[in-house]
């Protein structure tokens, strides 16, 4: 149930941007979860909905982007596809992998008013 | 609504804490003068015999801004956890400051986490000034089990939460104020999955697993233990009785971390727990170089050697 935090977390951003830049309500809001990045997206929405209700999130549409995993493979010298972590490279079987992308968990963008 | 930090998280109570208070709710969010005076006066109806339990108010804090304005795009890139690791920045800056030596101790519920730390809490505390923050969703049972040692010790309920944050931790050091110079255990709530993502300030997480539970535990929650710097296998005794593959588990664990410190121990027996002490004095010396409490760390190790 972690979800739960980051969405409090999520909330607890706005609300110092609604106050830093004047606004009180969002409209739509972008995150950024990677596929590594440990996150239930479904989970996410709903505990999203919970936390946003009488807040300057309620009634915000909520818009998750996924970048895919991503890895350097130190064996095959190159940048690979890979879809948890820890998995070995799809390539050469190895584990000598490093993420470089993926694991992200970021508040992108808002529409607010 | 805290008033030190502007907190205003559900469900969290630290013992002895400031401010917090669910009955109190409605003034806070226009009363921050008063909130201090009304959640001390509460706090003695929750008390047990040692501290007390501090709630913290119903919801996150709502802030509302002047002035409205037409719907426009706002970009913040702004990291999701970026404000857990401002408080964990903040409690490890203290705790550099002040020579503490901190371990996150993590684990699922019931691998003997309570009675391995009561354990070393009893060798160590003549060694050195040692202090404990608990964390479990309920209950102050283990802080009680842990005073029942003689060390200083507060519970952090986390209520629905599944971890400890960066954020508890710092209210909790308010609380406790740890000696310069100690070692602090930061036993975080019974839960292989959420505590890897939240730093806490901590110098090293470290991962208890015991050998009733499944050798393949390193492979199925990685991000624990690739976060641990240290794995102690608990209940280690009872090896004979079990089908317990060590050799297997202690390979699954360094699949995932090359890099992790493997220590068998048993918190019943003692066994193995003189590695784990020895670990736990040398890296905390190794923190403590060029700090004042280095000195005295320097003359505790003579004097009871």
Known sequence: ???????????????????????????????????LAGVEVEAMRFCFDVVARNSVLQGATLDIVQPGGEAWCMQCAKTIEIKERYQPCPECGGYQLQVTGGDEMRIKELEVE | ????????????????????????????????????????????????????????????????????????????????????DQYARANRARFAEQGIFTLNLVSSPGSGKTTLLTRTLTDLKDKFPLAVVEGDQETSQD???????????????????CHLDGHMVGHALETLQPQPGSVLFIENVGNLVCPAAFDLGEAHKVAILSITEGEDKPIKYPDMFAAADVLLLNK??????????????????????????????????????????????????????????????????????
């Open chain 1, 1 to 35: 149930m972690h979800e739960m935090s980051l969405c409090e977390s999520v909330l607890q951003i706005v609300e110092e941007e609604a106050a830093k830049q004047k606004f009180n309500n969002v409209k739509w809001l972008q995150l950024e979860i990677g596929a």
């Open chain 2, 143 to 161: 802080a009680e089990r842990i005073r029942a040692t003689g060390v200083n010790a507060i519970q952090v309920n986390t209520g629905k939460g």
């Open chain 2, 1 to 84: 609504m805290c008033t030190v930090c502007g907190c205003g998280e559900g469900e969290v109570t630290i013992e002895g804490a400031h401010a917090h208070s669910h009955s109190h709710d409605h003034q806070h969010s226009h009363q921050h003068g008063h909130s201090h005076d009304h959640s001390h006066e509460h706090s003695h109806d929750h008390s047990h015999d040692h501290g007390h339990h501090h709630h913290y108010g119903l919801g996150p804090a709502r802030a509302h801004a002047p002035g409205l304005d037409q719907a426009r795009m706002v970009q913040i890139e702004k990291d999701i956890l970026g404000k857990n």
């Open chain 2, 236 to 305: 280690i005794d009872l090896l004979p009785h079990l089908d317990f593959d060590v050799e297997r588990c202690i390979e699954f664990a360094r699949r995932i971390n090359p890099a992790i410190q493997i220590i068998k121990v048993s918190a019943k027996t003692g066994e193995g727990m003189q590695q784990w002490y020895q670990w736990l004095t040398l890296n905390r010396q190794s923190r403590l170089i060029g700090h004042p409490a280095f000195a005295d760390a320097s003359q505790g190790e003579t004097h009871h050697a």
